[in-house]
């Protein structure tokens, strides 16, 4: 049944770094799940009522999932990014051909993800058709907005021979089916949309890319890929195409409106201009470069020069799927540069120096921000937006969160610092609840 009333004290972020609290409010819903009013110190009759000690909050987004990756949460993150994917990522990849696989997986991820308060998210699939399809099946069937792409990886240089694409032809054929499919089960603008998705460049022919970026132009369809996230990565990419990923992808016609690109920790400066230029965003998985990355994406530039950004849990490169962890992560990396490392070299010359992000900031990415990123109507508790949102029971005996009389915006960092799944007491999509 559709939410058409609720009544809670509820936060939101609709702008960076400005924390709105909206206490005693009513927030009233149309037939399809938008917001049509937010009337504080409102009340009608028919409203939900968040008892005391719940708080409303935005639902999360989170912009980068490998969805397959889930069974290897958390495993074999001491590898170098190149030696983890041949050893262990693309023979679990490889699995999804088998669709009984698929579905456990699939329905487990997408039920946790919502129990920790993720409502929307960008996932990678697999190079298998039906596979993706049937995530894309799965993610309408229990409500969570998501936009899903094939994993498009050709290259035989790069790739195993049990795992890609047969063909550049076959990549595009394979992406252009997901596309119809999820068109056919969800319209275009519902609840589940699709992506073209080239793995990175290096898994990808030059043909591939070429394809893929006329397929993009053909249908206005999202891009999400891998960019400039590692020294191999970066330079592989710089090797061969003599420039950078974000030139690489442009030529390709690759970067595109709400297109999202993960991890960019060795973006420069106009490789950053380049992809805000075009309209697209990067997805920020501060956990994942921890491990992977060897630098730390540098967030305060990229949000001062108006690149569009949110927050990615990466699964599994990330070992939780808990955007609160990402953003907590979020906060920490941005400290670690801010101050350096170092401790032998002069505090004055440890670190970057420049501004650190705060939970309020991480807060909008994990909302607004990653919803703007990547052209969703959600987010933020205003009029036009669709009701994604998760109430948080700050009293849970099993919980976390322990409020010892906190109030207003100390009590939304309490929740942000240390809630966890026993906190979460309802969630929902386009105002019907699924969790």
Known sequence: MRLHHIKANAFHA???????????????CDDQGTIVAVTPG????????????????????????????????????????EDWLQHYTFPLEARYADLDFARDVYSALIDDMLALGTTAALHFATVHVPATNLLADIC?????????????????AACPDYYRDASAADAVAGTRAVIDHIHTIAGVGGLVAPAIT???????????????????????????????????????????????????????????????FAHGTHLSESDMALLRD??????????????????VFPLRRALDMGL??????????????????AARMTVAASRIRQRGVDAAA?????????????????????????????????????VGMKFDAMAVDTTAAAGTIRPFGATGLRLLEKILHTASRPNIAAVWTDGVRRV
């Open 14 to 28: 609709p702008t960076l770094a400005a924390v709105e609290e909206l206490p005693d409010t009513l927030i009233t």
């Open 42 to 81: 409102g009340d009608h009759a028919d409203a939900l009522r968040l008892p005391a000690g719940q708080v409303l909050l935005p639902g999360f987004v989170d912009l980068h999932v490998h969805a397959p990756q889930y069974p290897q949460l958390g495993s074999a993150l001491d590898l170098p990014l």
């Open 140 to 156: 309408l069937a229990k409500g969570q907005r998501a936009v899903i792409g094939k994993v498009a990886m050709d290259d035989p």
């Open 198 to 260: 080239p793995r990175f460049i290096p898994s990808c022919t030059d043909e591939c890319l070429h394809g893929l970026g006329q397929l993009a132009a053909e249908t206005g369809v999202r891009v999400q890929s891998h960019i400039s996230e590692s020294d191999w990565a970066h330079g592989y990419v710089q090797d061969r195409m003599g420039q950078s990923d974000a030139e690489s992808l442009a030529h390709f016609g690759l970067l595109r409106p709400h297109s999202v």
């Open 278 to 295: 075009h309209g697209a965003g990067v997805a920020h998985c501060a956990a994942s470069n921890a491990y992977f990355a060897g630098a």
């Open 308 to 325: 569009n950004t949110g927050l990615g849990t990466d699964i599994s490169g990330g070992p939780s799927p808990s955007i609160f962890e």
């Open 346 to 382: 002069p505090s004055d010359q440890r670190g970057t120096g420049e501004a650190p992000i705060d939970m309020a900031t991480a807060f909008h990415l994990a909302t607004r921000g990653g919803a703007q990123t990547l052209g969703l109507p959600t987010g933020s508790f205003a």
